[in-house]
């Protein structure tokens, strides 16, 4: 257990700022984290099977039921091998957490106390001292119980007892005659396929399985347990609200919500820190609180502001808050918070095509460069900031500047908006609700839903990063496009147009009120994809789209990605298997195949049949893979390039298309799924290759399915930039057929089309099967930027037979700053991977094509000794792969 004294909100100052104030006069904080035991409830129908889990055991808190059992090996890890249909027994069994604490002195002797819970997952009772305090249903909200007198100095009993959720709900959705659509359907019999609850419970919607992660309904205390007393006044928010920001002036509002014990008057200072640390009075004023809650604003501005920009547009600088309420001569309350001076804007501007869709930061229109987020783990307790530091910082080191936080999960964390502000890294956050339909036709289910809102909105609004709340995940496209509303239409044509209007008064009107009241001025946005409501979702002339043609049914190959020009693409994807280590971290090799139980296991699309949609890409472009291994290489390859054509695609329709976010940046678990990043955080082909596309100077070479390739220029710099294009065509052995070079100039904030070539411009009499077109752009202070054009498939290209194939070479060596590995190439060799077998080893690039004769230099970071490295060095390309066919 641990005192706090100074976390971010709602906090006690720190006690060398009391001199003279007597203890209870602060406010204290006891975070309630240490001693915790749980058990499977008593009577509990599963403890027939799993005796194991009956007596008490100890916990970790915040935590969640899965993690604990797991600690206590009294289950197999949830990750490794094929163990979930042995573990849907936890999320059909009720679990109890217990603790015995002591109250600090302050605790027992204040005029008030709170026990609050930041997040319980999910249908929890809450005893204290043998009385029921609390009753929980939804895991997104913060409850606050006050516990005066109800606290002793010794020996408090804290139980919670968590009732399965599926149990709990059966009842009432198997006592509707026509059921609402669900998600994805258990496998295992532990909840009947055709009366889905999780739809009905405010909790993570993944939990219950999703097609990147398996099915773990777990339960527990999924966020701190915080005891907080005191005697006069409790800050409880300190909002930041930007009213206007621009280069001259911010006039901001500091906002404090107080709750005072008695009305009184206190002086109340608001001291800023600019990013520069330099720390001034921004206020100083008396004020007079009533007894309860008070409403303290204080306008404030800023003159030449130091702006936070998105990444790539500048810097993010930040300006931090701290308000203390004293009683003239000592402080009695504080509370800081943190933001980032920036205007935002979501466009919206009525065209002769329709109505665009993008963010204007600063005034500048900035074209949304990223992907989107799911839940960094099936037990987000765990994950830890180092964690998402990593994921993140991939992100902007691959040129992101936006992730959208997907629906179906859970709202994103303090540490990984912090994250996000420090690294520029725009935040499109959805509200939970990741498809399928609720039951919003309930005024109480509403209501539970807005006052989640409050709280997720008023937690998050002071982050510089956050830019959109969107209402849910892909509900509207179902329900009109999918059959959902048509389904139940003929079932019930009565419950439908309840079931619409519930969806029409939460996602148009409540949770978009909600944003306006509390959310400091960000946009609102229905659901994604859509228009915002209007009659037509996901239309390439107005709004958001997702794009599944490719990937999903009818399964089109990716050169119709070239055929889509949206006005801002939120999602599209195509897996890929992460690298080989990860795959080892779950199966043994002998466990390894196409179609075994435990990469079936890994492999959620499609209930497990995955692979044979992945294996038509690969086949398509690469043929047959020969062996696992060559699978992995060649899902990655294929995931690579076929998402660099259309994100590439959407860059140069800018400014018709304003954004580009792939499907999915990073993984729940280690699987087969849409990432470029996986769950250890290793980078598969399409990071590498997304560092390069979305690089803010960009050549964009896109041959379409009749043979057409359009070459644009990409500039995502406020400045104009000049420098020269190569076109280079070549045969695979290095001999020149074609070699121009010309200067070029690209406008800021632009997308230029170049030239359109038909193959006949590139390859006069050339063998389409032995040549390359490759452009280079050149421009002074950016990274090179190349694309290469090839005529026919890979597997129909005439590689050489010599040995080794593309005439690779890799030297590992060391000079004055570490370790560096020297590629050269005889022969085109695309798509190179590098790895070190069993060894980690961070490479400063790969998924690289060399033409014949190329060299690269590259960075080698490693705990692994050199020779070792050396040892375990493999480099193969695309060449070795098609042709071990
Ligand atoms: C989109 C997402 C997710 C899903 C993904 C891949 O529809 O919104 O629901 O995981 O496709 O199928």
Redesign the pocket.
């Known amino acids: 257990m641990k005192f706090l004294s100074l976390p971010k909100l709602m906090v006690a100052l720190a006690l060398s700022l009391l001199a003279g104030v007597a203890m209870a006069a602060a406010p204290s904080q006891l975070v309630i984290d240490q001693g915790w035991t749980f058990r499977l409830a008593p009577g509990n129908a599963q403890l027939g099977k799993h005796a194991d889990a009956a007596p008490w055991h100890t916990a970790t808190v915040p935590g969640t039921v899965h993690t604990d059992l797991l600690a206590h090996k009294l289950i197999p890890d949830p990750y490794v091998g094929a163990p979930e249909a042995g573990l849907q027994w936890i999320g059909l069994a009720d679990w109890e957490y217990r603790i015995v604490f002591d109250a600090p002195q302050a605790a027992v002797g204040s005029a008030r106390s709170d026990l609050v819970f930041e997040g319980l997952d999910t249908f929890a009772e809450v005893w204290l001292n043998g009385a029921r305090v609390l009753d929980v249903n939804n895991a997104f909200r913060t409850w606050r119980v006050p516990v005066q007198g109800k606290l002793r100095a010794k020996g408090n009993e804290l139980r919670i007892v968590f009732r399965s959720p599926i149990a709990k709900l059966l009842p009432q959705v198997q006592g509707m005659p026509v059921k609402l659509a669900g998600n994805y359907p258990s496998p295992y019999g532990d909840e009947p396929v055709d009366a889905m609850t999780g739809n009905f419970v405010r909790k993570p919607g993944y939990h219950f399985g ?3 992660g398996p099915r773990y309904v777990t339960a527990g205390i999924a966020k701190p347990v915080v005891l907080q007393s005191w005697d006069t006044v409790r800050i409880d928010n300190l909002q930041l609200r930007q009213d206007r920001v621009s280069a001259e002036r911010a006039d901001i509002a500091a906002i404090a919500s107080i709750d005072a014990v008695r009305a009184g008057g206190l002086a109340l200072r608001l001291w800023q820190t600019a990013p520069d640390g330099k720390r001034t009075l921004a206020a100083e004023r008396r004020v007079e609180l009533k007894a309860g809650s008070n409403r303290i604003e204080l306008p404030l501005h800023i003159d030449q502001p130091q702006r936070w920009y998105p990444h790539g547009y500048g810097a993010q600088p930040l300006y931090r808050y701290e308000v203390q309420l004293g009683d003239g001569q000592s402080a009695i309350a504080g509370a800081t918070a943190r933001t980032g001076l920036r205007s935002v804007e979501l466009r919206r501007e009525v065209d002769a095509k329709g109505k665009s869709f993008y963010f204007a930061v600063n005034g500048i229109p900035v074209f949304a460069k990223g992907a989107n987020t799911i839940p960094f783990d099936m037990f987000q307790p765990r994950v830890h900031k180092a964690q998402l530091r990593h994921v993140l910082q991939s992100a902007v080191d691959a040129n992101m500047n936006m992730v959208r936080s ?1 629906g ?1 999960g859970y709202y994103e964390s303090d540490d990984f908006f912090d994250l996000a502000d420090e690294l520029g890294l725009m935040v499109w956050q959805d509200f939970m609700f ?2 399928g339909m609720q039951p919003a036709y309930d005024d109480a289910f509403r209501a539970n839903v807005v006052q989640e809102a409050r709280d997720q909105v008023r937690r998050l609004r002071n982050h510089p990063s956050l830019v959109l709340w969107c209402g849910n ?2 509900e509207e496209i179902a329900w009109k496009y999918w059959g959902h509303g048509k389904t139940m239409k003929e079932a019930d044509p009565l419950l439908a147009e309840r079931v619409w209007k519930g969806y029409v008064q939460l996602f148009g009107s409540d949770l978009r009120q909600v944003v306006a009241e509390e959310g400091g001025g960000i946009g609102y946005w229905a659901s994604s994809p859509g228009d915002d409501l209007a009659e037509v979702a996901n239309t390439p002339a107005s709004g958001d789209m ?1 794009y ?1 043609e490719v990937w ?1 049914n009818p399964a089109h190959p990716v050169t119709k990605y070239l055929e889509i020009t949206p006005r801002f693409m939120s ?1 599209y ?1 195509l897996q890929a298997w992460p690298v080989q280590r990860t795959v080892d971290a779950f199966a043994a090799r002998a466990e390894q195949g196409m179609a075994t139980p435990v990469i079936e296991a890994h492999q959620k ?1 499609m209930a497990g049949k995955g692979n044979e949609r992945l294996l038509k890409y690969v086949r398509e472009e690469f043929g047959e893979p020969a062996d696992f291994a060559g699978f992995i290489y060649l899902s990655q390859v294929m995931q690579a390039e076929g998402i660099e054509l259309a994100a590439l695609h959407h860059r140069a329709s800018r400014p018709f298309t304003m954004g580009s976010l792939y ?1 999915q940046l990073n993984d729940v678990w280690p699987g087969a799924s ?1 990432s470029s990043v996986d769950w250890f955080g290793r980078w598969k082909a399409l990071q590498f290759h997304a560092r390069r596309f979305y690089a803010p100077v960009a050549v964009a070479a896109l041959r379409d399915a009749k043979g057409t390739t359009t070459v644009s220029l990409l500039n995502d710099r406020l400045q104009p930039v000049r420098g020269e294009l190569r076109l280079h065509v070549l045969g695979l052995d290095g001999k020149t057929l074609r070699d121009e070079r010309k200067p070029v100039e690209l406008a800021p904030l632009s997308a230029t089309r170049f030239h359109d070539y038909v193959d006949a411009d590139l390859l006069g009499k050339a063998d389409p099967a032995a040549t390359v077109a490759v452009f280079d752009l050149q421009v002074e202070g950016e990274p090179a930027s190349r694309g290469a054009v090839y005529f026919v498939p890979a597997k129909q290209v005439k590689w050489s037979s010599a040995e080794p194939r593309a005439g690779l070479r890799a030297e590992l060596h060391r000079d004055g700053a570490g370790l560096v590995l020297e590629v050269t190439a005889a022969r085109l060799a695309r798509a190179v991977w590098i790895d070190f077998g069993e060894l980690d080893a961070e490479l400063s690039d790969n998924a690289l094509t060399l033409l014949p004769g190329e060299r690269v230099r590259l960075r080698v970071t490693s705990a692994a000794a050199e020779g070792a490295l050396r040892a375990a060095l493999h480099v193969r390309s695309l060449a070795d792969a098609v042709q071990a066919q």
Do not use: A, I, L, V
């Open positions: 999703w097609d990147w997907w179906g990741g498809g995940n892909e997702h599944w999903g999602e994807g699309f499907w849409w």
